[in-house]
């Protein structure tokens, strides 16, 4: 599916441009990102669970916090608007979320399966939208924005930032 751009803000194109590089559906592809989450994240060795690739960079533990908080707000996001809320929804520093996130003192499994828990509670909430909510226009961080195209952006966000371990952290 593509998402048109009057649906989102011109910086979220990455993430929209990965989703739709998958070919799926909106849920085959939150369910298809889940499994790549797990293939590159579930056996990774101990010592690089707190490892960052250079100075001030975030270390793994800390990236998987940052993709399920995103998650959870893009999630929150797809609700209100799905519900036809016309509220302009807050933005958030991911800077600030990670540095008060305790990420690094938490069990990596405990990460891993949290991210699980909340995709898989994602994936229903999508499921139950029907057509009309999916395409539903609410504003976001001063920007318009879909349901749709926040499900593909939490698609190609994980995807990205995936990317980004198998490129700079393994």
Same mark, same amino acid.
């Given at each position: 599916?593509?998402?048109?751009?009057?649906?989102?803000?011109?910086?979220? *194109?990455?993430?929209?441009? *990965?989703?739709?590089?998958?070919? *799926? +559906?909106?849920?085959? /592809?939150?369910?298809?990102?889940?499994?790549?989450?797990? !293939?590159?994240?579930?056996?990774?060795?101990?010592?690089?669970?707190?490892?960052?690739?250079?100075? /001030?960079?975030? %270390?793994?533990?800390?990236?998987? #916090?940052?993709?399920?908080?995103?998650?959870?707000?893009?999630?929150?996001?797809?609700?209100?608007?799905?519900?036809?809320?016309? @509220?302009?929804?807050? #933005?958030?520093?991911?800077?600030?979320?990670?540095?008060?996130? &305790?990420?690094?003192?938490?069990?990596?499994?405990?990460?891993?399966?949290?991210?699980?828990? @909340?995709? *898989?509670? %994602?994936?229903?909430?999508?499921?139950?939208?029907?057509?009309?909510? /999916?395409?539903?226009? +609410?504003?976001?961080?001063?920007?318009?924005?879909?349901? &749709?195209?926040?499900?593909?952006?939490?698609? /190609?966000?994980?995807?990205?930032?995936?990317?980004?371990? !198998?490129?700079?952290?393994?």
């Amino acid at each position: 599916m593509t998402i048109p751009k009057s649906e989102y803000a011109s910086f979220y *194109k990455t993430y929209i441009s *990965k989703a739709e590089q998958l070919n *799926k +559906g909106l849920i085959e /592809g939150l369910q298809s990102s889940l499994v790549t989450f797990f !293939e590159v994240l579930a056996e990774l060795p101990e010592e690089k669970h707190q490892f960052a690739y250079a100075e /001030g960079k975030w %270390t793994i533990k800390e990236l998987i #916090s940052h993709i399920i908080e995103t998650e959870r707000i893009m999630a929150y996001r797809a609700l209100r608007i799905s519900r036809n809320d016309k @509220v302009n929804l807050a #933005s958030f520093n991911e800077n600030d979320f990670v540095a008060n996130s &305790n990420a690094n003192n938490v069990a990596y499994i405990e990460l891993i399966k949290e991210f699980s828990l @909340v995709r *898989k509670s %994602t994936i229903a909430m999508f499921k139950s939208f029907d057509e009309k909510m /999916g395409t539903r226009i +609410g504003n976001a961080s001063n920007s318009e924005i879909s349901v &749709n195209a926040l499900g593909y952006i939490l698609i /190609g966000h994980v995807l990205h930032h995936l990317g980004v371990i !198998e490129e700079r952290y393994l």
